[in-house]
């Protein structure tokens, strides 16, 4: 059976974004089903984060609308928008750990917080994520005392204690040392087998080449091609695109 459904979980329509005068993007019009690995691909500067802060609201569309699980973001409360925004993970370059509460602390504080989970409960969900990645030796140290890949791989269980059902990751590798890169990897190529919905902004062609279903290609100005890796990658179609792959391939 196929894992991705044809339900979309996340509806972009006639999205714009604009800083001041700058236009980032217009218009832009984009599903995600749920159980889809989409990569988000593009030249640095031409609004990759700018277009996934807005899908959870981190960054406010200048107009158009972001319906996520039916309901549309850009038309709620802030109450409303709390609660559905704790069922989008985001992951960023910068790991955003807690500096000064423990790894367990980093990882119970929003389940308790937001979803009221019991504090015992939410200890034992945390060390069970904590042995998925390996990690649950560190559950009683400080961010600081982890490596880079430690610590995205703990940014990552983080976000999973909330029970996601999208994860947004922005270039969750690219701080990181190279010889960090492949355990982060691994993570999200888990999450991916095992249905989670993901969109992934990277440079980590390799990824994007094996583990995406669709691929998002954004240059300046909006998405100027949108299908499967296969065909993205062997036969890009806009001059934008052969050019960016001939950078990076
Ligand atoms: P990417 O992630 O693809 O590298 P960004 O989304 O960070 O690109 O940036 C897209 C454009 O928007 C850039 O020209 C950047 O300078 C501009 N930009 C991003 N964030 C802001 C902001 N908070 N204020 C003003 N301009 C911004
Ligand atoms: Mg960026």
């Not at 949108?226 to 695109?241: L, M, R, V």
Request: glycine share 6%.
């Amino acid at each position: 059976m196929d894992k991705i459904s044809t339900k979309p979980i996340i509806k972009i329509q006639n999205l714009s974004k604009s800083f001041g005068k700058h236009q980032v993007f217009k218009n832009i019009n984009l599903t995600v089903n749920n159980g889809q690995v989409v990569c988000l691909l593009g030249p640095s500067g031409v609004g990759k984060s700018t277009l996934i802060r807005c899908i959870n609201m981190l960054g406010k569309p200048t107009s158009g609308s972001i319906y996520f699980d039916g309901e549309d973001l850009t038309k709620c409360d802030a109450h409303q928008l709390t609660k559905l925004r704790s069922k989008i993970g985001m992951t960023f370059q910068n790991f955003n750990l807690f500096k000064n509460k423990t790894i367990l602390q980093n990882i119970i504080l929003a389940p308790i917080k937001v979803n009221h989970v019991d504090k015992d409960k939410a200890i034992q969900q945390a060390h069970k994520l904590l042995k998925m990645v390996n990690l649950d030796q560190k559950a009683n140290v400080y961010p600081d005392s982890l490596s880079g890949g430690q610590a995205q791989r703990v940014a990552i269980v983080r976000s999973l204690a909330m029970h996601p059902k999208v994860m947004l990751f922005d270039e969750p590798t690219s701080a990181l040392d190279p010889e960090m890169v492949g355990e982060v990897l691994d993570v999200m190529k888990m999450l991916a087998k095992k249905g989670m919905t993901m969109i992934v902004v990277t440079h980590e062609m390799g990824f994007a080449k094996n583990v995406a279903d669709e691929i998002w290609f954004m240059d300046k100005g909006g998405i100027k091609e949108q299908g499967k890796p296969k065909d993205f990658f062997s036969h890009p179609k806009t001059p934008e695109a052969q050019k960016f792959l001939s950078k990076v391939l």
